[in-house]
């Protein structure tokens, strides 16, 4: 079955810097790949998501970039704040059509 | 228009006793699904309900049921809870598969 393997799991950032968490598939045929944002004690909510035919998004100051040859695809955050500290976990969907499988996150502290 | 809730939000059984998490979600989604999360693991998916009538297993089944009660509400039971199910337990919705998933804000169960 599909693979989802995210680095690093933790990333400590000056405030104002920018940050990257990267992931890696293993599933050619996965097609949707959402990030989401947990704060501590809250619930996942989606920040951004890209899907295959599109190499980058962007939203104000995060962005996603997907390299399907490669099978990996990063959050960038640029211009990093505090309000940005919580966990981030990437997710890809097994097959074309499948459930969504998730990465074990990435733990982003911002430091003022 | 509420989204996806849950109750309990926080419970503590002893081994071998059963209890049911509820969810309901008021944005007419198809799709529903239960993942656990701990720590270091991400979230893995226990069952989902492509749509109104369906369910399947996902990643770790074992030791659960679930009831696709309506289109709104989705239920997880545990027969006979062991300490190992000890996690936080998040239900999900989507329009219809691997969309966006909208998290509810969490059930954490403690089994002693």
């Known amino acids: 079955g599909e693979n989802v393997e995210q680095h690093p799991s933790t990333l400590s950032v000056q405030e104002g810097d920018s940050a990257v968490i990267k992931c890696t598939y293993s599933?050619?045929?996965?097609?949707?790949f959402p990030w989401y944002k947990q704060e501590l004690g809250k619930r996942p909510q989606l920040i951004i998501d890209?899907?295959?035919?599109?190499g980058e998004k962007k939203d104000q100051r995060i962005a996603v970039t997907l390299n399907k040859t490669a099978k990996h695809f990063s959050l960038h955050i640029t211009e990093t704040q505090p309000e940005d500290s919580a966990v981030y976990f990437c997710?890809?969907?097994?097959?074309?059509?499948?459930?969504?499988?998730f990465g074990k996150g990435t733990k982003l502290s911002v430091k003022p | 228009n509420a989204g996806v809730t849950q109750t309990p939000k926080f419970q503590v059984l002893k081994t071998g006793q059963s209890m049911t998490l509820q969810c309901a979600q008021d944005?007419?989604?198809?799709?529903m699904y239960w993942y656990r999360q701990d720590p270091g693991m991400g979230l893995r998916l226990i069952y989902y309900?492509?749509?109104?009538?369906?369910?399947d297993k996902g990643e770790v089944p074992n030791g659960y049921n679930v009831s696709r009660l309506n289109k709104r509400e989705f239920s997880l039971r545990l027969e006979s809870a062991a300490p190992s199910q000890t996690s936080v337990y998040f239900c999900?919705?989507?329009?219809?598969?691997?969309?966006?998933?909208?998290f509810g804000p969490g059930t954490r169960l403690t089994v002693l």
């Open positions: 997710a890809t969907q097994e097959g074309s059509q499948g459930n969504l499988i």
């Open positions: 309900s492509a749509s109104e009538g369906t369910t």
């Open positions: 890209i899907r295959s035919n599109v």
């Open positions: 599933d050619s045929a996965s097609n949707y």
């Open positions: 944005m007419n989604h198809n799709s």
């Open positions: 999900a919705s989507s329009v219809m598969g691997p969309d966006t998933q909208y």
